[in-house]
């Protein structure tokens, strides 16, 4: 049996209903009934493995179980079975079994049940994972889980408005308390130092202690009180009774909306005993409590009649814990387990109806006596359970309820108000369980039902009869049946001693006892009262939560809509505008608030007349082309002026690689930039209005000296560290060269340098994409209305650059091989090489270069990337990290020696990659020109 | 010398942001070639200015910061393969919204 211990078992329990979940949608094409006895299978089978640690958890043992998940975060997968947990469990696999039967006949036989199956059973997972988490996190994925999966049971019938409109509204309420939960968690998380329950648990003293205390309090209380419908998050749970009623009876009597109460019972010892929880927690639970018991009397739908009765008690269970004393907190746990036995009950004893007369609504439902008796005294006697009639289990907890009031220490003075509000309280809830009973069996007759109501089949009833069995042999013979089980789960709630206290019908005649006759009389005394009641409810001003909450959400959603539409316009100026003011804004600010030391420093390298001439000539060209920028041809010459500037200041400031490389780059960019323009239409643009233009000039404006600001003080700055040194000093005996730069690209930082070639293939695909079948309409004239020349290519140009051809390539060769040590190497032979094939095709025409270009530039491509990535995973068999290289010495005849290193077979694959590029792109502009010639002499 | 390159990046850039906020996809191609020379002197700048020191290993030579070099490279080269991928995709807006401003469709004039 060594298999069976807790680490194994507990995470078990729910992997397998998550594993098993989709299993009766797989399985419902063998009929209805296959679906619903997998859901039963599963859940029994949860059921069985929780059996065997059930001993140890009544014995008050608490099993942990430990899988590592994402330990930085302080993310585990750790699950923990104590008395709560175990008593939550029985709750949601018991009443779950009940509902699955139940609901097989509830829905229609035209439903094949494989999706409402497997939804609850995935409801159910979540709901054994939030009561069996250790870890706070956890227990938060599967909160968060609950509501998604709750919301699509709610909405389970989604051709119905109402479905929607409930489904959405229970999900926006939980699921924003579920933000503020993982709020309040992470915080709790800080202040404890673990998410561990373990050590928050036992850790109270620290959290109340911590300044941050109230406002984790009110976060968690915020995720709790939306979950268990507290007021006045409560309106949600009315409108989700949209929901098929097995969904209600399991989601909204037994499970979810006791989550919020499990969460409080759970942290009950870290956060409770404050006088924040107290006004909080307590004053939240009495208002629900009072609040939703007067609602629920004036309902007349027999499920709304119960939502609100659930919302009245869930109040009495939190108004229970937020007494803060260690009997309240038993009192708390008891009445949520007979909360949870009448509650499942009732409602579907409500689903009976509802199926059988075609209605719920108690005008009409009247005297179901006579049709249904068995099932109408099941449902009276879950109704006496609610009301607190004696020999039920609602007597008993609400007495012990009563005599905690009585017996409440902190309210000396006014000890009297808190007996007297308990006892109205019951009061209320004694006249709305009369309603429901009187209204729907008694009182006449039925009134227009579109249906013929019938008793229903026996094994409907049974789910019915076994929990109203419970209810009598709880409230009958407690000591027997429920002690146990509820000193398990209180002792695990309070992590500490339990106090004394005796489940008995008899305490003798005590004030408790007068408390419930009083209630008793009072209520019925209510209910009698309740013409003159209804008559003053219907002249008092309606209270519509439900529909402000809507109204806030549209006002919301429309003003979502109206910000996006503004934004996102469509036009791509607005979100160039929109993103350089961002950027303007957020470098401002850094900028500003990190100015501080320093200051700015009298420059470090003397300017000569060459760099200020340098300077002049790249002002020139800048504000030349921008000026100009009509004159398309003039603006594309000054902006190659503009690059030559750039590349002799590279020249001049000790970058003799990024010389040649902008050198080549730069001819190819002129070339691509004529190609272009001999399509686009010819210049007639309109003028941008004067408000956009000072909108662009004080962007610009901003954007341009904010970047020099910067530059400035970057460069001036005192303190300059870098990873320099290193660089220079590993170069040679690390990487065999002696060109620092080239021994970075291709080998310290090698993997970057894959990276970015892969994005120069992309480019590469990107315009076998972009210019594919692409036919453009040749213009006839240029933009100052010439015709274009007709003599095919100056043959001067022509015959010179055949024999240019060989020597370009033999000077990229060399380029290329003594880059690890000179200037040179893959990117820039590769330009090189680029530059020489694309000066054919201007000279000779694209009809010469065509067959002399490479052919298959993603072969080529292909085979680039191939070399740089295979060299690097050649590593790999000797143990060495990808892209490790090795270097040596050869002797090559002319070129002498050379340094080999396994770097320049990753330098090959930059090569290609580069040629194959630029030549790629470059010919296939050029070849829109064929095409389009064809396409003209097509037509 | 310093403040000559910070004028320099300061206009390049300025022009740069005003010519791609122009309506027409050739400006936004010239914009873009000068902003990246902004760009690449920049980070070429973060590895302070020196003369006359490039980062080639020799007996006793001194050296100015090669990182800064090494990405400046890479980054003119994607700047030509961005360049490129613009202009093509210019071409293709031209084919496929018969104009060239860049919130195709064409507004009425």
Known sequence: MNWLNSSVLLPVIPATALAAFTL?????????????LTAAAVMASCLALLLPLAPAAFAGQTEIARLTWLPTYGLEISLRLDGLGLLFCLLILGIGLLVVLYAAWYLPPSDRLGRFYSLLLLFMAAMLGIVLSENLLLLLIFWELTSLSSFLLVAYRSEKYESRVGARMALAVTGGGGLALLAGILLLGQIAGSHELTVILAAGEKIRAHPH???????????????????????????????PTPVSAYLHSATMVKAGVFLLARLYPALGSSDLWFWLVGGSGALTLVYAAMTALFRNDIKGLLAYSTISQLGLITLLFGLDTSLSVVAGVFHLINHAIFKASLFMAAGVIDH???????????????????????????????????????????????????????????????????????????????????????????????????????????????????????????????????????GAALQAPLPDFQL?????????????????????????????????????????????????????????????????????????????????????????????????????QPAN?????????????????????????????????????????????????????????????????????????????????????????????????????????????????????????????????????????????????????????????????LLDRLVLRIPARDGDGRRWAGEAHPLFLSMLMRPLLPLALTVSVYVFLRGHQLPGGG????????????????????????????????????????????????????????????????????????????????????????????????????????????????? | MEALLAIAVGVLSACGVFLILRARTFPILLGLTLLSYAVNLFLFASGRLQVGAPPLIRPGGTYTDPLPQALVLTAIVIGFGMTAYLAMLALRALSESGGDHVDAPEEPR
């Open chain 1, 827 to 939: 990117f820039v032979a590769g330009l090189i090489t680029s530059v020489a094939l694309v000066l054919q095709y201007l000279a000779n025409g694209i009809a010469f270069a065509q067959p002399r270009l490479p052919q298959r530039p993603v072969r080529l491509l292909a085979l680039g990337l191939l070399l740089a990535s295979g060299i690097g995973l050649a590593s790999w068999p000797f143990g060495r990290p990808f892209l490790t290289s090795a270097h040596g010495h050869v002797r090559l005849p002319l070129l002498g020696e050379i340094e080999v290193a396994s770097a320049m077979i990753f330098d090959l694959g930059v090569y290609l990659v580069v040629v194959t590029v630029v030549v790629s792109v470059l010919s296939g502009l050029g070849q829109l020109s064929l095409r389009a010639r064809r396409g003209a002499e097509q037509a």
């Open chain 1, 504 to 604: 008995a019908l008899w305490h003798g005649f005590n004030r408790p006892l007068l408390m419930s006759l009083v209630a008793l009389v009072g209520g019925i005394l209510i209910y009698a009262l309740r013409r003159p009641l209804f008559a003053w409810q219907e002249q008092l001003p309606p209270m519509h939560p439900r529909t402000a909450f809507e109204r806030f959400y549209r006002w919301l959603a429309t003003g979502a809509r109206r910000t996006v539409a503004k934004l996102d316009n469509g036009s791509l100026q607005r979100y160039s505008a929109l993103l350089f003011t961002f950027v303007v804004l957020l470098g401002g600010w850094s900028f500003f608030s990190a100015l501080g030391g320093g200051g700015i420093r009298p420059a470090g």
């Open chain 1, 24 to 36: 009766p949608l797989l399985l419902q094409r063998y009929g209805r009934e296959a679906a619903a």
């Open chain 1, 609 to 769: 007349e060459a760099a200020l001439a340098t300077l002049f000539v790249l002002l020139l060209g800048t504000v030349g082309a921008t000026v100009l920028y009509r004159e398309r041809l003039l603006a594309v010459i000054l902006v190659s002026v503009v690059g030559l500037s750039v590349t002799l200041t590279f020249v001049r400031l000790s970058a003799p690689d990024l010389a040649l490389t902008q050198l080549a780059v730069e001819m190819g960019t002129i070339v691509l930039m004529l190609l272009v323009l001999y399509y686009l239409p010819p210049r007639d643009a309109p003028n941008s209005s004067a408000r956009r233009l000072i909108r662009d000039i004080v962007l610009a404006l901003l954007s341009g000296g904010g970047l020099a600001l910067v530059t400035l003080q970057m460069l001036t700055a005192p303190d300059h560290s870098t990873l320099a040194d290193f660089y220079l000093r590993e170069a040679l005996p690390g990487g065999g060269g002696a060109n620092v730069v080239n021994v970075i690209l291709v080998d310290f930082r090698g993997f970057d340098t894959l990276g970015e070639i892969t994005v120069l293939a992309m480019v590469a695909l990107a315009s076998h994409a």
């Open chain 1, 213 to 243: 205390y109230a406002l984790a309090l009110v976060l968690i209380l915020l995720g709790a009180f939306t979950k268990s419908a507290q007021f006045p998050f409560h309106f949600w749970l009315p409108s989700a009774m949209a929901a």
């Open chain 1, 356 to 490: 059988e007369c075609g209605t719920r609504d108690m005008r009409r439902v009247n005297g179901m006596f006579r049709v249904m008796p068995i099932t109408a005294t099941l449902a009276i006697i879950a109704a006496g359970s609610m009301a607190g009639v004696p020999l039920l289990n609602g007597f008993l907890s609400k007495e012990m309820f009563f005599a905690e009031t009585v017996a409440y220490p902190q309210f000396a003075p006014l000890g009297w108000a808190l007996p007297l509000f308990a006892t109205i309280a019951g009061m209320l809830a004694v006249a709305y369980s009369s309603r429901f009973v009187h209204d729907v069996f008694f009182n006449g007759q039925p009134v227009d039902l579109p249906r013929q109501p019938h008793e229903p089949p026996r094994w409907v009833r049974a789910p019915i009869m076994l929990l109203v069995l419970l209810c009598l042999l709880v409230g009958i013979f407690p000591a027997w049946t429920v002690q146990p089980l509820l000193a398990a789960a209180a």
